[in-house]
């Protein structure tokens, strides 16, 4: 096992995480560090090992992952037209923390965590669990309280670990992983913030129904790798 590339990995990935956490700046400034910092060091330290994965997407594998898209397109789309009023202000801060999560966080824990497993030595279903864990440990450390809340979110973020990885393995494209995460993060915090209540809970059963159909679908898919 290449030990030299897991250890720089592993060291970009902790890294940014602890920009994120101890650098007081604003959390816009904060998110725009921790997406641009890791393309830098993927290019300087990491680019001859993990080539940019921009896969053409099989047709099956396409099909099987559209509900994963357009379901949560259409609870999105339902929640902004019944809302009283919208403020665009906030939409358009949402829009941009999520596009940046969901780049930040791809390629992290997809793109180099993931790759750099797969790359050194490690099975299919290793680099996809070990993935998930750092994916779910840099929310834990990010965290800044923890309650019950905190242990679904925990558990929420290890099983979107999982299909995410099992996604992305069997695509090979980064850009693909990266839009889902970008709807359904989108869709989560239109929920919670502007939805009105009687909208966000048939949404959010909506997503969690979602969320455990693609996890099932996700570990089957594993078990044949």
Known sequence: MDVKLLFISLGIILGNLAIVKLVAVPYMTSMLLFTILPIILWFLFLRKYLPLQLKRIDTKIRNNTLAIILVPLLALAVT???V???DFGLITYLVAISLLIAISE?????????????VAGGSPKQAIVFSSLLFTFGHILLASAYSLDSI????????????L??????TRNILYVMGIH?????????NQRV?????ALPVTVTLLALQIWYVVWAVRGM???
């Open 165 to 170: 990885g099992y996604v992305y393995f069997m």
């Open 182 to 190: 970008f709807v359904w993060d989108i869709t989560n915090f239109i």
């Open 223 to 225: 078990r044949r790798l």
């Open 152 to 163: 679904l979110v925990i558990i929420n973020t290890f099983t979107m670990g999982l299909v």
């Open 106 to 118: 791809e390629v992290l824990f997809r793109f180099i965590a993931l790759d750099s497993l797969l």
């Open 80 to 82: 902004l037209f019944v």
């Open 84 to 86: 009283p009023s919208v």
């Open 195 to 199: 939805a009105t209540e009687d909208v």
